[in-house]
């Protein structure tokens, strides 16, 4: 069996990346750890989930991301009982909303916004 241990963001500043998601999404940091070449890892707890956000390795640049439609990992989601609340939010805190709230064919209610570093992040209400 399997199950999903964490999602890897990579991040300029992994301190400042971490924060926004404690600041908006409730997480909370967990540890912090030098990384592969010298790397900086900042690991937060959302819901249970974790998302571990490092730095490039010592000497290396990597090119921008995009929160654009795109192949690879496109999103990924954060469920929410109140998807209204949450997008409130979101947008008091001037979060861009790349999808307004939108009800999905399945009843679900979602709607995608803007993460730090290009990121897009969908918030999911279940039918």
Excluded: C
Aim: charged letters at 20%.
């Amino acid at each position: 069996m399997f199950k999903i241990h964490h999602i890897h963001l990579k991040a300029p500043d992994p301190q400042k990346t971490a924060q926004w998601y404690v600041d908006n999404f409730d997480a909370t940091v967990v540890g912090e750890a030098q990384g592969l070449g010298g790397s900086k890892t900042v690991r937060v707890d959302v819901g249970g989930g974790l998302i571990n956000v490092t730095s490039a390795p010592a000497g290396e640049t990597l090119p921008e991301g995009t929160a654009d439609y795109h192949f690879g990992l496109e999103h990924f989601g954060f469920e929410t009982d109140d998807i209204e609340a949450s997008m409130g939010k979101l947008e008091a805190a001037g979060i861009e909303v790349l999808l307004p709230i939108t009800s999905s064919a399945t009843g679900a209610k979602i709607s995608y916004v803007k993460g730090p570093d290009n990121v897009r992040i969908e918030l999911v209400q279940p039918a």
